[in-house]
């Protein structure tokens, strides 16, 4: 069965520090990789996604990359941590089609101080 | 311009009662729609979908919704709700378009059941 594994579950940084989430997929291949922030409980903002190795769609302008080293892997970076991306990140995976629906990993919730 | 609205914030309805959180969309061709849970902190988990078919369609949890074309809403419905149905409930649109396909989530409808 597919299974998503993201970490670390809680993180605090401080302002200006580098950020590293990482995320990987078991169980598929080839998968549709997204990165959303949800603040304060609520919506969901998509960041960045990914149909294969190396290609990057980044939705929002900001402080943060994502890149895709291997088909199952998809990392979210920051070289300096601002106060504003304190939240709630999501890694999710789709299959290739829009009738799959999404799977989500647990998130990561970042706290800037 | 494509979306899904959530029209309420939030719904509160008594244990054992029944509960309708609802979901409208504004989007051309022909969508897949999808529920999903929250608990707090936590992923989202898949509910159910609608893909063609029956217009009603049963999920995970004892949770169903009707597909309404003509009134383009998607609305999800339990005949008897539980406490631990409390939770963040995002309804999701999936269509395609040239070169690949998108998906829109509305903004989330907490519900709280009360004891």
């Known amino acids: 069965s597919q299974t998503i594994h993201q970490w670390p579950a809680t993180l605090v940084q401080p302002v200006g520090s580098p950020l590293s989430l990482e995320c990987t997929v078991e169980?598929?291949?080839?998968?549709?990789l997204y990165w959303y922030r949800q603040a304060a409980g609520r919506g969901l903002q998509l960041l960045f996604y990914?149909?294969?190795?190396?290609?990057i769609s980044s939705e929002v302008p900001q402080n943060l990359s994502a890149s895709r080293p291997q088909d199952r892997q998809f990392i979210l970076s920051s070289k300096k941590l601002l106060l504003s991306d304190s939240g709630f990140y999501l890694c999710?995976?789709?299959?290739?089609?829009?009738?799959?629906?999404?799977?989500f990993g647990s998130g990561t919730r970042l706290t800037v101080v | 311009a494509q979306s899904v609205a959530q029209p309420e914030d939030q719904v509160n309805v008594a244990e054992g009662n029944p509960l309708t959180v609802k979901c409208t969309y504004s989007?051309?061709?022909?969508?897949?729609l999808f529920w999903y849970v929250q608990y707090p902190n936590r992923g989202l988990q898949f509910l159910l979908k609608y893909i063609t078919g029956d217009n009603l369609v049963k999920g995970s949890y004892g949770f169903e919704a009707e597909f309404n074309k003509s009134q383009t809403s998607f609305h999800l419905k339990k005949p008897s709700a539980l406490v631990s149905d409390s939770a963040l409930y995002f309804c999701?649109?999936?269509?395609?378009?040239?070169?690949?396909?998108?998906?829109?989530f509305g903004a989330g409808t907490r519900l709280f059941v009360k004891a």
């Open positions: 169980g598929t291949s080839n998968p549709n």
């Open positions: 999701a649109v999936s269509l395609r378009y040239t070169g690949g396909f998108k998906t829109i």
């Open positions: 989007v051309s061709g022909n969508p897949y």
């Open positions: 999710a995976w789709s299959g290739q089609g829009e009738y799959y629906g999404y799977t």
């Open positions: 990914s149909v294969g190795i190396g290609q």
